[in-house]
């Protein structure tokens, strides 16, 4: 039924006037617009030019011409959703019980009062009111279910195309969707059907532990969830990343897991490191050539020209500053590929540090500044490590504690134990000094490759902008951790954490 009938639209046939005008009295009054018609035949044409507007029809059954019974016959086959209400004598109430059987809807017998009136085609509108709002909300069900059912193919031929594997699991681990891509990069069966475990599709422990925590709401804010690599037998690197799937009361019903492949990446990567390391390896043997080489003319010119001996001099001085980049370059390229040699020996860590603080004293003292080695009274345990890394780590900080602090200076290496909250017992190995600082904006690029802060005061320092990398790296690979704290004008401090139980030594 259209939205336009539901205005109260009311027509009466009756061929008694005095009737049509007191029931059109009545109806104006409860609000209806009313039409009118003498005789059954004019009624029906009534019907046809309004359009469907009028929803009840006040028909009389005894009238001259068309039959009142036909009225109602045809009134139903243009519209069944009229509502005809008889209006009749006494003597004809056997009549009207008939017309109810041919589908009218009620009778109101003659003589009748208003009330009557009121009542019964009250009772009709009611009725089709509610019909109306039936139909209604049966009209926004159907549009809801399609809209749903739209959607629904909408999303799943989003995911089944999209090129990343898609995996979703529910709140008790179980996959329920696995799209094309995922099966492909898994090189699962193409009609493998989800329903079990996620281990039943994916060998990768850690990869399940995963999915498994999300699903089970291990992770309300999804910034905690981290980010895992795997490789497969395959050859294939991927990234696995998952989010939680929340429902409207916050509660985990499960995680959409997501699968990168980043195999080209990771080669990528290998080749890059395999270049270094090449192009670094072919540079410098024949520069550290040029070097001997130049060192060897410079002594053979003592007390020639003074000019070409600054010239040389200068020429000295840059191939060594490339020799120590491509040096630096090519442990960083080491350190990163891991290829790192690393030849594990038991240190007495006290000692390396003496001999680094001795040897680096020299350096400090032509800039007239104090460094100061404090060693707890039981002396540091003796660590398995590689002492040429722990050389190197030691080595750059104290060189830039020096490098990157006024003459006059105070530079404190100091070594004891600390419990961390995140790592338990750790030996720790501070490097302090009251020098130029770092602003808090450089600090998180500080361990960047080649970057240097460069102001007035670091101007005519030289260096590569890779010690501090390779630094991190060695820590990193020794399973440590080195943090930094630094304000300008006041100094820095870098702090070397490293793992103390394992690999060391009772001595
Ligand atoms: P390099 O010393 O060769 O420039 P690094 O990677 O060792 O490279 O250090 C990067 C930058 O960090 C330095 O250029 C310097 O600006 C800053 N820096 C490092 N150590 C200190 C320090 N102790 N005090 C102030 N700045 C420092």
């Not at 009225?71 to 056997?94: N, P, Q, Y």
């Not at 090519?330 to 001999?355: A, C």
């Not at 490098?403 to 006059?408: D, K, P, S």
Request: aromatic share 6%.
């Amino acid at each position: 039924m259209e939205d336009h009938k539901e205005a109260k639209q009311v027509l009466i046939v009756d061929d008694e006037k005095d009737i049509r005008d007191g029931c059109e009295r009545i109806l104006r009054r409860m609000g209806c617009k009313v039409f009118k018609a003498p005789r059954g035949d004019e009624g029906l044409r009534v019907l046809t030019e309004t359009e469907g507007q009028i929803s009840i029809v006040l028909l009389d059954l005894k009238m001259p011409g068309m039959d009142g019974m036909e009225v109602l016959k045809r009134i139903k086959e243009m519209d069944e959703s009229i509502l005809v209400i008889i209006i009749t004598g006494f003597a004809t109430i056997e009549t009207a019980i008939e017309a109810m059987k041919q589908g009218a809807y009620d009778f109101i017998p003659k003589p009748f009062e208003p009330d009557h009136v009121r009542i019964v085609v009250g009772r009709a509108f009611e009725k089709l009111r509610l019909t109306w709002e039936a139909e209604k909300s049966e009209r926004e069900r159907r549009r809801t279910l399609l809209d749903l059912d739209t959607e629904k193919s909408r999303i799943r031929t989003v995911i089944e195309s999209l090129p990343n594997g898609v995996m979703v699991t529910n709140a008790i681990g179980q996959v329920v969707l696995m799209n094309p891509a995922f099966l492909r990069q898994l090189d699962l069966d193409p009609g493998r059907t989800p329903g079990d475990q996620t281990a039943a599709y994916v060998q990768d422990t850690g990869f399940c532990e995963l999915a498994a925590d999300i699903s089970h709401g291990k992770y309300s804010d999804s910034d905690e969830i981290p980010s895992y690599e795997t490789a497969l037998e395959n050859g294939k690197y991927f990234q696995v990343r998952g989010k939680p799937v929340m429902g409207e009361d916050g509660e985990c019903l499960g995680a959409v897991v997501n699968l990168v492949d980043i195999t080209a990446m990771k080669e990528l990567d290998r080749l890059k490191s395999e270049f270094v390391a090449k192009v670094s390896h072919e540079l410098r043997s024949p520069l550290s050539t040029i070097h001997e080489q130049l060192a060897l003319v410079l002594k053979e010119m003592v007390g020639n020209e003074a000019q070409d001996q600054h010239l040389l001099a200068r020429a000295k001085e840059k191939t060594g500053g490339l020799i120590t980049l491509i040096g630096d370059i090519l442990d960083l390229s080491r350190i990163e590929s891991g290829t790192i040699r690393h030849d594990p020996k038991p240190v007495h860590l006290d000692d390396l540090l003496k001999s680094i603080v001795d040897f680096l004293g020299t350096r400090a003292k032509t800039k007239e500044q104090s460094l100061v080695l404090e060693l707890p009274e039981s002396s540091l345990p003796t660590i398995t490590a590689d002492p040429m890394s722990l050389e190197s780590i030691f080595g750059n900080l104290i060189t830039n504690a020096i490098n990157y602090t006024q003459e006059g200076g105070e530079i404190t290496v100091s070594g004891d134990f600390s419990e961390e909250p995140d790592l338990g017992r750790m030996l720790r190995v501070k490097v302090e000094d009251n020098g130029f600082g770092i602003e808090l904006r450089h600090q998180e690029k500080i361990f960047d490759r080649f970057f240097r802060v460069k102001n007035d005061k670091t101007r005519f320092i030289t260096g590569t902008g890779l010690g501090l990398p390779i630094v991190k790296g060695l820590v990193d690979s020794l399973g440590g951790d080195i943090r930094l704290d630094s304000e300008p004008g006041k100094g820095t401090k870098f702090t070397v954490l490293l793992p103390f139980e394992a690999g060391v030594f009772t001595s």
